[in-house]
């Protein structure tokens, strides 16, 4: 029997945390389409954002706590009744609902942002915690920039908030400050320090500016913490936060080190990675460990002789472990709407009817000009056509001259709610030409801030995948499009990453009312 002291609670905050990151922002939808599959990967709380924060977050996790039963949702606010009350008004109606609110405790943070007192302060998170239980018995409190903090008065801290009722009690490395032994150091000080310490989970936060928030998270939970907060693919603030595949594996993968487990169906991580890199364009590098494509391959020659003849000799865990398939040819133009399903629901994905309609002729689109269909190939269809925003502007064709002796030049035909324009564009090279003409087209110049194409799979007939990020308003939004011709992938992207900014105002409309 699994002895209930082992276990470390997964607090997911991709969608607080990392989407805050830049290029990150996910609209309501693709939000609860990730929720899902968090709950299927089997999180313990997901943290679905910071409902004060603007009319859009709040909707958004409203919609996660109404539908996503399995986990705790949790909503973010800053230790003042009024982002706690509409933090609570968001999570209210979910199956176990949970207010994160937090503080920092840092007199760096003290003097110069809040220019408050520490006895203010200490005033301001016991109030706040207080207010909260009210409305939940399950509340977690953060001192921000607890790495940074006097030890003393964040141990004085911890211990008035459990005392006020906190449940959880979340120790951030704010500013990715603290090396592993120090950080495990702090936690095993406030075990000791902190009288009524057994009366709440304790909790780590670490984000990666020095390349430590792993080994923060684990050095923690050696020495007590049992929640770890982290993200898919390590995204969030600067240079992300803990990346749960790695605290995961690492967990899994060193049991009789660390003597821990999670709740985590590691078999559909792999999954939960790639749905993230879809919804948001941002891939992961070759080498990202876990779920890096290069993770599991294996180049030396000594590395390859060994595995032929003992696969433990250089392998300390599978890719199926990960859910990682091995990319094979899955369907070809013959293939019928049947075979798809029965493919895509192997893959783990469930589709309704319609969406089954309309992945069926995309996917019979691409198979007459390629002839094998992957299942990367399936995937970027099926969230162009499953995860469609609402479309303001559409591509109605493109065709690009380009070469070294004429000027590159596209001429492109749009449809603008429903009404056709076209135009032509110019620029020193195809791509520049193609984004010169929906500049044209769309009447809008927003500036560029990431163009990136990659192969969705191997081959010169694979689909280009490209990614554009626009700045709008002091934000980025990404958008992203697939397909054989990369110029035509481009332009569907930079209208993709269009159509979201059409989204952002409509939902800036409803208010901004908080600072993230
Ligand atoms: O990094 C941080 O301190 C946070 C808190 C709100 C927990 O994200
Ligand atoms: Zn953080």
């Known amino acids: 029997m699994e002895d209930s002291q082992q276990r470390v609670f997964i607090f997911d905050t991709t969608l607080r945390d990392g989407e805050q990151s830049p290029g990150c922002s996910m609209n309501p939808d693709e939000k609860l389409h990730l929720a899902r599959q968090l709950e299927k990967l089997g999180v313990d709380i997901i943290e679905a954002g910071f409902p004060v924060a603007s009319e859009g977050d709040f909707a958004s996790v409203r919609q996660i706590a109404r539908e996503i039963r399995g986990p705790q949702i949790a909503g973010l606010a800053r230790a003042n009744l009024r982002d706690i009350d509409r933090a609570w008004e968001a999570v209210r109606e979910a199956a176990s609902p949970r207010i994160h609110t937090f503080i920092s405790s840092s007199d760096i943070h003290l003097k110069y942002q809040l220019k408050k007192s520490r006895k203010q302060v200490l005033k301001e998170a016991c109030e706040a915690v207080k207010h909260a239980c009210a409305f939940t018995g399950n509340v977690e409190f953060s001192p921000m920039d607890a ?52 009366k709440a989970i304790i909790s780590v936060h670490c984000h990666n500016d020095l390349g430590l928030a792993v080994a923060n998270s684990l050095s923690a939970v050696r020495n007590g913490a049992r929640q770890i907060e982290c993200t898919i693919n390590g995204i969030g603030e600067r240079a992300g936060n803990a990346a749960m595949e790695e605290i995961v594996m690492a967990l899994g993968t060193r049991r009789g080190l660390f003597g821990l487990h999670t709740g985590i169906r590691t078999e559909n991580i792999y999954q939960t990675s790639r749905l993230l890199t879809q919804i948001t364009g941002v891939r992961v590098q070759p080498n990202k460990a876990i779920v890096g494509q290069n993770a599991f391959s294996h180049e030396s020659g ?22 990682m398939p091995e990319s094979h040819i899955v369907l070809g133009k013959h293939s019928g709407r049947h075979a798809i399903a029965k493919h895509l629901k192997q893959l783990g994905y469930d589709l309704r009817d ?9 996917f019979k689109e691409l198979a007459d000009m390629k002839k094998d269909i992957f299942d990367e190939d399936l995937e970027s269809i099926l969230y162009e056509e499953v995860l469609r925003i609402e479309e303001k502007y559409k591509l109605v064709y493109l ?24 135009d032509a564009g110019f620029g020193v090279g195809p791509v520049d030409a193609t984004f010169d003409a929906i500049r044209k087209i769309t009447k809008t110049n927003y500036s560029l801030m990431r163009y990136t194409v990659n192969a969705v799979t191997g081959g010169t007939d694979a689909q280009g995948e490209a990614t554009v990020q626009l700045k709008y308003n002091g934000r980025s939004a990404s958008g992203h499009g697939a397909h054989p011709d990369v110029l035509v992938a481009s332009a569907k992207a930079y209208i993709n990453a269009l159509n979201r900014i059409e989204w952002i105002k409509k939902s800036e409309s409803g208010g901004q009312t908080g600072k993230r």
Do not use: W
Not at 314 to 323: H, R
């Open 354 to 362: 319609e969406e089954l309609a309309r992945v069926f002729v995309r």
């Open 399 to 422: 065709n690009v001259v380009s070469g070294n002796v004429a000027v590159p030049t596209a001429t492109m035909q749009m449809e603008i709610e429903g009404k056709i324009a076209q």
């Open 147 to 198: 790495t940074r903090s006097d030890r003393e008065y964040l141990s004085d801290m911890v211990e008035a908030v459990i005392d006020c009722g906190a449940t959880t009690v979340n120790i951030p490395d704010t500013v990715g400050y603290a090396i592993p032994e120090e950080f495990g150091e702090l936690i095993a000080y406030l075990f000791e320090r902190v009288k009524n310490i057994s």
């Open 302 to 323: 000594i590395h390859q002789d060994g595995l032929i003849k003992e696969k433990l000799t250089y392998e300390i865990m599978t890719p199926q472990s990960v859910g």
